[in-house]
């Protein structure tokens, strides 16, 4: 029943939106150029918006419930967004592929390594999210990716209140940050350990320079005697 009812709340997405006829090409403009903010709060927002409209069609396939410790969560709070699913299981889809076809014409794309995959990075995904405006004859479409198949999920093109918008705006902004991480989501661990090996190298490399100092000091008392 639940899968049903999600299904339908896409359909009415679909419907509502009049949308373009293929995932295609996006056009060359100008990206929005806002700071995307990385802390865990941030993170987290662009989790739960992520969960709560991105999965409804596609997939985080190379993330596991359970690397979400990674931006803070508890064990407890991984339980609850899991729900059934086991914490090795990777974050899918909440249709298959053939609702996916049926509503779309092809499969969605999974969004792991979306921020990779395009040039702009976190920037193109702010800027894809809230380019939706009406065109002078209704028609909803997306000034960076006019032939887009995903709706407006955001509803940013309609909504007219200026504080819902900065809210939009910023849950813009987190899903970004969030699809920064999912990309690699050891970037820090690895940064921080890349610290650490510099640190060392350097302490290293000042021994061995003592050491050989040394050595060569030697050298030379025996060169003299």
Not at 70 to 88: V, W
Not at 113 to 119: C, D, E, S
Not at 156 to 167: A, G, M, N, P, Q
Not at 190 to 219: E, P, Q
């Amino acid at each position: 029943m639940k899968k049903k009812s999600l299904f339908c709340i896409i359909l009415l997405f679909v419907f509502y939106f009049s949308i373009g006829n293929s995932w295609g090409e996006s056009q060359e403009i100008s990206l929005r150029e806002d700071d995307i903010e990385h802390s865990q709060e941030n993170l987290q927002n662009g989790m739960q918006v992520v969960m709560n409209l991105c999965t409804l069609c596609h997939d985080l396939k190379y993330v596991r419930f359970r690397d979400l410790a990674g931006i803070g969560l508890s064990s407890e709070s991984i339980d609850k967004i899991r729900g059934e699913s086991d914490a090795n299981d990777s974050i899918l889809s909440k249709m298959n592929a053939e609702q996916m076809n049926a509503l779309f014409g092809a499969t969605t794309p999974d969004l792991s390594l979306m921020v990779k995959a395009r040039n702009g990075g976190a920037q193109y995904i702010y800027s894809l999210l809230l380019g939706y405006h009406e065109r002078g004859d209704g028609v909803i479409i997306n000034s960076l990716f006019p032939d887009i198949k995903m709706p407006d999920v955001f509803a940013y093109s309609i909504e007219k209140d200026e504080l819902d918008r900065l809210t939009l705006e910023q849950n813009a902004r987190d899903v970004a940050a969030f699809l920064v991480w999912t990309a690699d989501p050891k970037a820090d661990e690895r940064r921080t350990l890349g610290v650490y090996v510099m640190i060392y190298l350097f302490v290293l490399t000042f021994m061995l320079y003592l050491v050989k100092k040394k050595t060569w000091a030697r050298l030379n008392s025996n060169d003299v005697t």
